[in-house]
Each structure stands twice: as C-alpha cells, then as structure tokens.
C-alpha cells in the first residue's frame, strides 16, 4: 500500500487478525432452518451458516465473493435478519469481555444481558440498552438500539466509543470516537491495503428526536464511527465494540394505575421537567426518573383478559411504569426513606419529592412501589412484557383463522411537545376505520407503539394504510417513523424511509453503500433495494 498523508478524515485499515482457515459452511437443513428467519417471522432462504471465530476468517469469506448477512439473535422485527440467498454469518463466537475503568471492549455476539451481569459484577452499567435483553451487543450497534431509559440516556450511539469492522473486500478498520471526521466538503477516507475508498457524506437534515433508526446517520462534520452505528449490517461487520459504562445506580420501579390517558400525559410530562431540572442543577435530591413507560385502557384489558388483574385496579383506565433512580444506599435505607416521605417535618429527599409530587396529582392512590433490590421490581417487568407477549399471541391466533393476518404496528416518535397530538391522531385513525387496537411503549420519548389487533385479512390491510397515513403525520409533527427497529427488508418500511428523506435521501444512502461495499455484498435488501 502507498503511503499517504494523515488527513482529519481520512481512516487507516489493516490487514485482517488471526486464524485465516477457510471458515466452515454448514448446509445442513438442521441448521438453515434455524437461521431461516428472524423475529418478524418472514421466511427467509439462508445458503449457508458460516460461524468465524476469527476477523481473518470473515475477510476470507468476503474475498471470496459471498453474499453475506451478518446475525446475532435475529431478532430483527423488520425482516433485516431474514436471509435472502445470503449465506447467514453469525457472530456468536465473537464473545470477548474485557473492563476499563469506564470503558469495556466486548464482542459483537456478546448477549446484553451476558454483559450487563459481567458489568454488574464489578459495579458497573451499560444503560443504554433495549428493552429485549437477549440481543447481542453486534445486533445493537447495528441498529442504534434504545430501550425505556433513552430519554436519560440516550441510545447506542451515545455509548460507543470504538469499533472493530471487516470492511466488504476484507479490510479492517478499527477507528475510535473524535479520531476520524467527515471534511469540510463532505467526504470520508479509508485507506488500506484494499485502496482508498472515498465515501460521500449525506446531506439530507434528520429530525430533532431523541430516536432514530432511520438509514445511514448524517451530520456536517460527523465522527466517521457514526456512520456504521445503525448502518444495520449494510456498510460492514462489527466484530468487537468499546463501550462507555457508568456506575451501577439504584433504581426503584414504580407503577402507577390512573384514571386516564390525559392524567398520564400531564404526569409525564411533569417528571419529565422535573428530572430535567435536577440533570441540570445536579439537585442532590431532585427526582430522577430515568424512564416512563406507558399502557393505554386496551393494554390493561388485555391484561386482565390475560388473568393479570392482581395490581390492576378496576377502575383504572391507564397506566404508567416509572424508573426513578436513587442515591445508592442498602434497602433498609431505602424503605425508611419511603416511610419518611410522608412525614412534613423529614428531611428533604428523592423519595419524598417523588411521592409528594403523586399526592399533589392525586395520582399515588394505587400506586405501587418496588425499591432497589425488592423482588417485586420483576413483577413489574414481567406486566411491562406482559403487554407485546399478549398482543402477539393474539395476531398467532388471528393468523391460525385468516392467513392474510399479519402483524401491524408502528415504531413512531415525535417531539415531546407535539406527544398528546400524536396520541390523539393514532386513536382517530384506528376508531375511524373500526379496528381494534392498543398502544403502549416509551412514553417519556414521545414513542409509543400502536399495535392493530386484527379480526380479519381485511382488518390487516386497512391497518397497513393506516401506519402509512399515520407515518406522513409524523413526518409533518416532525419527527420520525422509524424510531428503534430500523427499516430492514419491510416493505412498509422502507417506504416510510423515503417518506422521510425522500428519494434523492435514499439515493444519497446508496451512494454510501456502493463506496463501502460495490458489490453489494453485505446485508443486501436492507434500508432499500440495490435499484
């Protein structure tokens, strides 16, 4: 390779490490089909399994011309872990876990919650993470993942510090936050032995939401690791991730029962603003409410059709999970601190701004409250999941009468201003076309998901014109529809994609794919068709 000069943007590849044997193709159709499809249940054509234990093996399997779709878990609900004729690379093996002292640099088949425990044991968080723990740190990366705390934390993006990537052509590029940016007219570098590549900067402007899942990131200036964070599998293969981590916190989980939809929003909107304020005065005793889920008046009758009614009033209409975060102190301090909360002349607190604020919203009656290290935090998780497992077991059991059912639900977000006005034009839409329905998701985001429950093949297809109708609103409200789960091969969402940024936004994305990979190797039929 020429040398050339050190640029701001231009990135320096290497060789790839390590055993470079011909990894092994398994054509079993054992094993196939267990790689067959990922969670959005669409049946898929795998060629082969490959499982690398080693950057040298997959840059083996890249010269080699493959077409290839790299997988955790597939645990895609987009279709973008379904193959296509692709032989199915799994990161599995790629398990690394090694500490810093705020860092830790982690395999991209390490599974969350297998890294979570690992951090734990040593006092540290990794708090970016989704909802569904059973995801790889790889599957994260690859589509910005964000759970119920983004609006306290942020999501992947904000968290990744370094990658490890075996670029199409079988370069590897590890780059690290602030090494490599884009120039000032719009271009990042790669050098390597495999040449330069030249890679065009999209120039089309993304919403102002704290979500974002929606193609390849774009910003004047931006970090070249930016660019493979939610390139959804598309741009290379992310072998290892350096992550930031934080001290283990404290976190109570709260649920609270209300009478409806307009008394949750204006609480969430309360501990939004009042978490806001201690963020920044850094208040030693100022709430702070990492999360707020939500579950409108259909998902609490699904619970109890479900038999779940043992911490569901009667009368409640909706409610509201919170996470509230606590100085860290053993649980007997905690509790006595709860006890104090209702006493005037005790100290300020936490726990006492927190259930002062519920007394003053007439919104603590049925509340319920697990402290740190209580077990019945996880009885509140499991009503959390309690919701998605009941309304897809319903679309299985609608699907078994009527093969035209499938499943229609939507990955939207808003700014938080503009939250009540998109709730109020998702019930007009489902109530006006006489479809059944609930919604629940991330309400301190502004992003919820409203989820068709259908009867028929014909309920099915009127919700698909609805998410799409509902999807241009959201545009207008500015925000995005898709929010965590990425486009993939859905066809619904990668129209939602060029309601978005339009065709001349797509067409700038395929510009950066045909620089990284013009062959069209990688995760091929993800974000947009090659044409």
């Known amino acids: 390779m020429t040398s050339r000069p050190a640029l701001a943007h231009r990135a320096v590849a290497r060789a790839a490490r390590g055993d470079d044997a011909e990894p092994t193709l398994s054509r079993d159709p054992f094993d196939l089909e267990g790689v067959s499809r990922d969670a959005a249940h669409l049946i898929g054509q795998p060629q082969a399994l490959a499982q690398p234990t080693s950057e040298a093996q997959i840059a083996r399997l890249l010269r080699s011309g493959a077409r290839v779709l ?6 895609s609900l987009t279709g973008g872990g379904t193959p296509r004729g692709d032989v199915v690379l799994s990161l599995a093996r790629f398990d690394l876990m090694e500490l810093g002292a705020d860092t830790v640099r982690v395999g991209a088949g390490v599974p969350l919650q297998t890294l979570g425990a690992f951090l734990a044991g040593h006092g540290r968080a990794y708090p970016a993470t989704p909802t569904y723990l059973g995801a790889t740190v790889g599957g994260a990366v690859a589509n910005n993942a964000a759970g119920a705390a983004t609006y306290k934390y942020g999501t992947t993006r904000a968290w990744v510090e370094g990658l490890t990537v075996v670029l199409a052509g079988g370069d590897v590029l590890e780059v690290r936050r602030g090494e490599v940016r884009a120039s000032e007219d719009g271009f990042f570098e790669i050098d390597g032995p495999g040449g330069l ?3 065009p900067l999209p120039t089309y402007p993304l919403p102002r939401v704290p979500k974002l899942a929606a193609g390849y990131y774009a910003a004047p200036g931006m970090d070249l690791l930016d ?6 599998g598309t741009l290379g293969v992310v072998t290892e991730v350096e992550l930031r981590t934080q001290p283990l916190r404290d976190t109570a989980f709260v649920l609270l029962p209300l009478p409806g939809e307009s008394a949750a929003l204006r609480l969430v909107a309360l501990l939004r603003e009042h978490s806001q304020r201690t963020w920044q005065g850094a208040d030693p005793n100022g709430l702070d409410v990492s999360a707020i889920e939500s579950l409108d008046g259909r998902c609490l009758a699904l619970l109890r059709e479900d038999g779940l009614t043992r911490f569901i009033p009667a009368q409640a209409g909706y409610a509201l999970i919170v996470q509230l975060e606590l100085p860290s102190a053993p649980l007997a301090e905690h509790r006595a601190a709860l006890e104090a909360a209702f006493d005037d002349d005790a100290p300020d607190a936490p726990l006492k701004r927190f259930v002062t604020l519920l007394l003053e919203h007439d919104a603590f009656e049925d509340a319920q409250i697990a402290l740190p290290g209580e077990p019945f935090a996880a ?11 009941g309304v897809n077991r319903r679309v299985r059991e609608a699907q078994r009468q009527d093969a035209r059912v499938s499943k229609v639900a939507g990955d939207m977000i808003v700014p938080f201003e503009h939250f009540a006005e998109l709730m109020a034009i998702y019930r007009r839409g489902f109530e ?3 479809l059944d329905y609930a919604i629940y998701g991330h309400a301190s985001d502004g992003n919820v998901h409203p989820n068709l429950l259908p009867r028929s093949g014909e309920d099915a297809e009127s919700g698909r014109e609805l998410l799409f109708l509902l999807a241009r609103e959201v545009v207008r409200l500015g925000g995005s529809p898709l929010s965590e789960h990425g486009v993939g091969k859905s066809p619904v969402k990668q129209a939602m994609l060029r309601e978005l940024f339009g065709e001349a936004g797509v067409t700038q994305m395929r510009a950066v794919k045909r620089a990284l990979d013009p062959a069209w190797q990688l995760a091929a039929g993800n974000m947009f068709p090659e044409s």
């Open 70 to 75: 790299p997988v955790g878990v597939q645990s």
């Open 197 to 199: 590549r030249r890679i």
């Open 227 to 232: 660019l493979f964070v939610g390139s959804e």
């Open 379 to 389: 009885e509140v998780l499991k009503i959390r999941e309690a919701v998605p497992d």
């Open 432 to 434: 006006e076309r006489g």
